[in-house]
């Protein structure tokens, strides 16, 4: 698993091939995948962190959006190159927050979302009790 605090230093076009390689030639087209016939899983942070463009767009939702639509994106070259065997984990706190923006409904339509609240403190009671119960003995 690899662990990517967004903004990172490159447009994700030029990320993914640093973390699965070069793409490889098949015989439906270029390919990026991970080496060794392994898979890679990306985990996101703050995926509405980034500001909107003039036109609402996220440059990093809509490459997103892509890979998960068409399962690949188009390189500098307009060749298109297929992604497979890459997982994209994402997280991220409700918009509203500070510095949060919401995420399009086009994206949101094509993933999977988990909602978790923070545990109230009846539950946090609980379960620092029974860690601390068997830490003790």
């Known amino acids: 698993m690899l662990n990517l605090p967004y903004p990172a230093l490159l447009p994700w076009p030029q990320l993914l091939p640093q973390v699965c390689g ?3 030639t098949t015989t439906s087209g270029k390919a990026l995948r991970p080496p060794d016939n392994s898979r890679v899983i990306l985990y996101l942070k703050d995926l509405n962190l980034p500001r909107p463009d003039k036109y609402n767009t996220c440059q990093l939702i809509s490459f997103l959006q892509q890979l998960l639509t068409h399962e690949g994106y188009y390189d500098e070259n307009l060749d298109f190159i297929r992604v497979e ?3 994209i984990v994402g997280s991220m706190t409700p918009p509203g927050s ?10 949101t339509a094509r993933t999977r979302i988990l909602v978790m609240n923070n545990p109230d403190r009846e539950s946090l009671n ?3 009790t029974d860690m601390a119960q068997k830490v003790c003995g």
């Open 85 to 87: 065997r890459v997982q």
């Open 126 to 128: 609980t379960i620092y």
């Open 22 to 24: 070069k793409p490889v």
């Open 98 to 107: 500070v510095g949060r923006h919401a995420l399009s409904t086009r994206f």
